[in-house]
């Protein structure tokens, strides 16, 4: 908005002083004035009729009242004026258009709905991250429980398997005692039957020699023939009872022997299924490691809830914010507005003030300063000067 140039442009107050008119032959002479205001012609014109001089004092006084008013109240008008141009410029320094402001706060807003937008975006990443961990962390928490059972289970069928064991080197010591008795006992089966032999044989031969001494005595040959048959027959049962304690023992042995081969395969087989469970053990001895990881991942949802609830109060913060400058920037242009029509509403009222050419308004252009020598002074060089005289006709 331009500034309108004001009565104060044009003259100062100080320049303005009271007329004192004399009576001289100057100001009785049909000379004009500055500006071709001739007051000669306007005192004739407000009194037609002949005047004295007391009543052109008189009149002159009234006119100057009444310009000393004008004056006062074109100083007022000045004063009025100088404040609101005072104001205006202070709410153009102090206010901006909604252009400006939209052209200042536009890049701060614009980086508020991108910051908006990225938060939005991590808030939205941040609870799909959530529900993943709290799905894996229910998943753990499953396997962390089937662990603890298979590995409880695991416990129990060891302690059985110990259990089992013992029973099965006891039975092995008992059946290595009942072994060693049977061998022990074969071996002294043996040695009796060998005695018994030895004993039958050495009782033949000593039967059989008297025998033959006997028969070369008598000459009994059928005697000596019965001695053979016993003899052999002896032998031969003598070679049967060996070859069934051998075949017993055998058998009895081969027992032992099958029997000790299934404890020691019953025994290799729990030996082995028992390094199974241990290892089954050791690799089931992971999931316990799994609580820190459980302590970990709390610890971690908890950090992200509190990320959570700090991203969420930096969004309701930056929603403050935005709220605040569109509550500002609607006050700024209400303001604006209301200044705008004050404007146009000081400028129409300064438009419809009242024509210089009216006896109830001052001079427009520029306002003559009454001297004290009845003539019109210049507000710019501040010199006497007379306007050339104009015919009555022109």
């Known amino acids: 908005?331009?500034?309108?140039?004001?009565?104060?442009?044009?003259?100062?107050?100080?320049?303005?002083?009271?007329?004192?008119?004399?009576?001289?032959?100057?100001?009785?002479?049909?000379?004009?004035?500055?500006?071709?205001?001739?007051?000669?012609?306007?005192?004739?014109?407000?009194?037609?009729?002949?005047?004295?001089?007391?009543?052109?004092?008189?009149?002159?006084?009234?006119?100057?009242?009444?310009?000393?008013?004008?004056?006062?109240?074109?100083?007022?008008?000045?004063?009025?004026?100088?404040?609101?141009?005072?104001?205006?410029?202070?709410?153009?320094?102090?206010?901006?258009?909604?252009?400006?402001?939209?052209?200042?706060?536009?890049?701060?807003?614009?980086?508020?709905?991108?910051?908006?937008?990225?938060?939005?975006?991590?808030?939205?990443?941040?609870?799909?991250?959530?529900?993943?961990?709290?799905?894996?962390?229910i998943d753990l928490r499953d396997k962390y429980d089937t662990e603890v059972s298979v590995r409880a289970d695991a416990e129990t069928n060891i302690v059985l398997l110990k259990r089992d064991i013992d029973d099965a080197y006891r039975a092995k010591l008992e059946l290595d005692k009942k072994?060693?008795?049977?061998?022990?006992?074969?071996?002294?089966?043996?040695?009796?039957?060998?005695?018994?032999?030895?004993?039958?044989?050495?009782?033949?031969?000593?039967?059989?020699?008297?025998?033959?001494?006997?028969?070369?005595?008598?000459?009994?040959?059928?005697?000596?023939?019965?001695?053979?048959?016993?003899?052999?027959?002896?032998?031969?049962?003598?070679?049967?009872?060996?070859?069934?304690?051998?075949?017993?023992?055998?058998?009895?042995?081969?027992?032992?022997?099958?029997?000790?081969?299934?404890?020691?395969?019953?025994?290799k087989a729990s030996k082995l299924e028992i390094q199974e469970y241990r290892k089954r053990l050791q690799s089931k001895s992971f999931p316990l490691f799994l609580q820190d990881t459980i302590k970990e991942l709390e610890n971690e949802l908890i950090n992200i809830k509190f990320d959570m609830s700090s991203h969420l109060r930096e969004y309701h913060d930056l929603l403050n914010v935005k709220m605040a400058l569109d509550v500002e920037i609607l006050s700024y242009r209400k303001l604006l507005e209301g200044e705008e029509s004050r404007l146009l509403a000081v400028s129409d009222s300064q438009q419809q003030l009242p024509s210089p050419t009216s006896t109830d308004s001052p001079p427009s252009t520029p306002y003559p300063v009454w001297g004290s020598r009845g003539g019109p002074r210049s507000p710019s060089t501040s010199l006497w000067r007379r306007s050339s005289p104009k015919p009555p006709g022109k």
């Open 1 to 137: 908005m331009e500034r309108k140039p004001g009565l104060r442009d044009r003259t100062t107050p100080a320049e303005y002083v009271h007329y004192k008119p004399t009576t001289t032959a100057a100001s009785q002479s049909d000379t004009p004035m500055m500006g071709d205001y001739d007051w000669k012609d306007n005192v004739t014109a407000t009194f037609p009729t002949k005047t004295t001089k007391t009543n052109e004092k008189e009149m002159l006084h009234g006119l100057n009242d009444r310009f000393a008013s004008f004056i006062e109240k074109v100083r007022h008008l000045e004063h009025q004026n100088e404040l609101l141009e005072r104001e205006i410029e202070d709410i153009r320094q102090k206010e901006q258009t909604p252009a400006s402001l939209q052209q200042t706060f536009g890049p701060e807003l614009e980086d508020l709905r991108k910051l908006l937008r990225d938060i939005t975006h991590q808030k939205h990443q941040i609870e799909v991250e959530h529900q993943t961990l709290e799905q894996d962390l």
């Open 179 to 267: 072994s060693q008795a049977i061998s022990e006992e074969i071996d002294a089966l043996k040695r009796n039957h060998d005695s018994e032999v030895s004993q039958l044989i050495a009782q033949l031969n000593d039967a059989q020699e008297g025998a033959s001494v006997r028969a070369n005595e008598f000459g009994c040959p059928e005697l000596t023939a019965a001695l053979r048959d016993i003899r052999a027959q002896l032998e031969d049962h003598a070679v049967s009872d060996l070859h069934k304690a051998e075949e017993s023992y055998h058998i009895q042995v081969s027992k032992l022997t099958e029997a000790t081969e299934m404890k020691r395969e019953a025994l």
